[in-house]
C-alpha cells in the first residue's frame, strides 16, 4: 500500500485502477493540467533535465528517488499516508466518532471551500514564480525551485484528487476552475490575497518560500487533524513535501544575510548595496512585507468559520491530538491582541472563535525561531544588528488591524505618519529596482550570484558543483516541451 505504483498513467497508492469512473475522470483532467503547466509553469526551461527527487513511497523512510526528469514528464500522482487503523475524530461535537471515509452530507459545502481554498494556492504559487528561472543565482538555487515548483503542482493534483473522488459534479467543477484562474489577473484572481502578489526576484522567492509556505505548513497541519479522512492523509504526505520548501527558503535568506555580512565586514559599511549585495535594512523591507501578507492568510481573528470548521471536526488546531484539554472550546477564552480606543491590548475571547489567531501565534512563534536563526548569522560576523518580525497588526488587510495604521514597532499611528514612514517599512521602488539590478543569471556549476553565500552541502549528498539543471538541450526537443 505504502508504494506508488508506477506503472498506471497516474502513478498512485489509492487503487485508482479499481475504480473506473475516478480514474477515466482524473485521465481526463491530466492533459488539462499538462496544459496549465507548460501554459503557466516554469518558463524556458520545460525540456531541460532537473535533478528532482520524486515520491517512490509514502513511508517516513526513502519516499524520496533522485533523478533527471523534464518537467512535464514529471510523475505527479496521487499520494495519502497510510491509513491510521481506527482513527477516530479528535474534537468538536463528533468527538470519538470514528473519522468519515465520506464526506458528511451536511458538511459538504463547507468541506468543498476548504479544499478548494487549499488547492488553489498551489498552482497560484507556480504561477508567481514562473519568470524566476531566467534569473537564478545558480544551477542549485534552479533546482530548488523547480523542485518546489513540480511539488506543488503534485498539491494540486492532491486537492483535485479529492474533488474528484468525493464531491461528484460539483468537485469537477472545482476541479476545472482551479486550472482557470490565474494569479494577479483581476478577471480571474486566485483566491487568498498573498497569491495575487507578484514574486519578480529571488529576495522575493525565498521570502515567500520562508512566510508563505509556512502558512501552508500550519494550514495543512490543521487540515491533517480533520474528521474527513481522506483529507487527513492527503495533508500528512503533502506536510514531508512541504518541510523542503520552507528549507529552500529559510537557508535562501541565510545565505543573503550571510553575504550581506561578509560584504559588511570587508567594506566596513551597512551599506553593501554598491558592493552588488543586499542591505540588512532592505532585507528587513522585504521580510516586512511578506511576513504581514502571510498573516493575512489565516484570516480574522474573530472568525465564526473557523469555529464552525472545528465544531463540525473539519479543520483542527495545529497539533491537536497532543492536547489535553476537552477540544470542545465551549467554555474555554483565548488572548486575542486588537486595538482600542488607538491602543492595542490583548482581551480574553471564546476560543472556538478565536482558532485563527491560535494558529497565527503558532506560526508566528515558528517564524520567530527562523528570524533567531537569521540573527546568529549576524551575530558570528560580529556585527550589531538585527532582524525583527513587525507587529502582527503591521500592514494587515485582513481582520482586526485591517483599518488601521500600525507600525512595525507596535503602535497605532496617523495615516500621514504611516505615509512619512512607508519608505521606511516596506519595499521602496528604489529597494525593487536595486534588487532586480542583481538579477543576473549564474548558470555555471557551482558558481553563485555575488548577492547569496554558496550553500553549506548539497542536494542528496551531491556535491555544491554538481549540475542540478542540465542547461544544453538536444536539438528539437525544445519545441516538444514547449
Ligand atoms: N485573502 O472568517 P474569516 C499553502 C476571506 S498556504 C482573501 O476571516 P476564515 C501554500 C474568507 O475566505 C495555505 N480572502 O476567515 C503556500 C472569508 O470569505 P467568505 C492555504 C480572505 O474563513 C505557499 C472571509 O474573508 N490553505 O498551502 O476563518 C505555496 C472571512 O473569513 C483571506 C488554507 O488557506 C485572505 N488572506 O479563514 C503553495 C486552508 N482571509 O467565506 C501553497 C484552507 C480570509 O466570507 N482555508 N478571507 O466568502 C482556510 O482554512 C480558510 O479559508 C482561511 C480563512 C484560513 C484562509
Request: glycine fraction near 8%.
Amino acid at each position: 500500500m505504502a508504494r506508488v505504483d508506477y506503472t498506471e498513467r497516474i502513478p498512485n497508492n489509492v487503487s485508482l485502477a479499481e475504480n473506473r469512473r475516478l480514474l477515466r475522470a482524473l485521465e481526463e483532467w491530466q492533459p488539462r493540467y499538462l496544459d496549465w503547466w507548460r501554459e503557466m509553469g516554469p518558463e524556458g526551461f520545460q525540456a531541460r533535465d532537473v535533478y528532482l527527487r520524486t515520491a517512490i513511497s509514502v513511508d517516513p523512510q526513502g519516499w524520496a528517488h533522485f533523478d533527471w526528469v523534464k518537467m512535464p514528464d514529471y510523475r505527479w500522482g496521487i499520494f495519502l499516508a497510510e491509513p491510521e487503523r481506527g482513527r477516530t475524530i479528535a474534537f468538536g461535537d463528533n468527538t470519538g466518532a470514528p473519522a468519515w471515509q465520506d464526506v458528511p452530507g451536511e458538511h459538504r459545502g463547507t468541506l468543498r471551500r476548504l479544499i478548494v481554498t487549499q488547492g488553489d494556492t498551489e498552482p497560484a504559487s507556480v504561477e508567481q514564480q514562473r519568470h524566476l528561472g531566467r534569473t537564478t543565482p545558480s544551477l542549485y538555487d534552479l533546482r530548488n525551485l523547480f523542485q518546489v515548483n513540480v511539488e506543488e503542482g503534485r498539491h494540486l493534483w492532491a486537492m483535485v484528487y479529492l474533488l474528484h473522488a468525493h464531491f461528484g459534479r460539483d468537485g469537477r467543477e472545482e476541479a476545472e476552475a482551479l486550472l482557470q484562474r490565474r494569479s494577479g489577473d483581476s478577471d480571474k484572481p486566485r483566491i487568498l490575497g498573498a497569491f495575487n502578489e507578484r514574486t519578480p526576484d529571488w529576495l522575493s522567492f525565498f521570502m515567500f518560500s520562508f512566510f508563505t509556505d509556512r502558512d501552508g505548513k500550519y494550514q495543512l497541519a490543521a487540515l491533517a487533524e480533520s474528521g474527513f479522512d481522506p483529507l487527513s492523509r492527503t495533508c500528512r504526505f503533502m506536510l514531508t513535501e512541504e518541510a523542503h520548501h520552507m528549507f529552500v527558503g529559510e537557508a535562501g535568506i541565510s545565505r543573503v544575510v550571510q553575504k550581506t555580512c561578509e560584504l559588511m565586514r570587508e567594506h566596513k559599511t551597512a551599506e553593501v548595496s554598491r558592493y552588488g549585495g543586499i542591505d540588512l535594512a532592505m532585507i528587513q523591507r522585504y521580510l516586512n512585507f511578506h511576513f504581514s501578507v502571510s498573516l493575512d492568510l489565516f484570516g480574522s481573528e474573530i472568525s465564526t468559520n473557523a469555529a464552525n470548521f472545528y465544531t463540525a471536526g473539519l479543520k483542527g488546531r495545529f497539533e491537536e491530538t497532543k492536547k489535553t484539554d476537552d477540544h470542545l472550546l465551549r467554555e474555554a477564552t483565548y488572548p486575542v491582541t486588537c486595538a482600542e480606543g488607538g491602543r492595542i491590548k490583548v482581551a480574553e475571547e471564546p476560543a472556538l472563535t478565536a482558532l485563527n489567531e491560535r494558529l497565527r501565534d503558532d506560526y508566528v512563534a515558528d517564524c520567530q525561531r527562523g528570524v533567531d536563526r537569521w540573527n546568529a548569522v549576524i551575530k558570528r560576523h560580529g556585527l550589531d544588528a538585527e532582524l525583527r518580525l513587525p507587529h502582527r497588526g503591521f500592514h494587515r488587510a485582513i481582520g482586526n488591524f485591517a483599518d488601521l495604521h500600525v507600525s512595525p514597532d507596535g503602535r497605532v499611528v496617523s495615516a500621514a505618519e504611516w505615509e512619512a514612514q512607508r519608505a521606511a517599512w516596506l519595499p521602496t521602488p528604489a529597494d525593487q529596482a536595486h534588487v532586480a539590478s542583481l538579477m543576473t543569471p549564474v548558470v555555471e556549476p557551482g558558481k553563485f550570484a555575488g548577492w547569496i553565500a554558496p550553500p553549506a552541502r548539497g542536494i542528496n549528498s551531491q556535491p555544491v558543483e554538481f549540475e542540478y539543471v542540465k542547461l544544453s538541450v538536444r536539438a528539437g526537443e525544445e519545441g516538444r516541451h514547449g
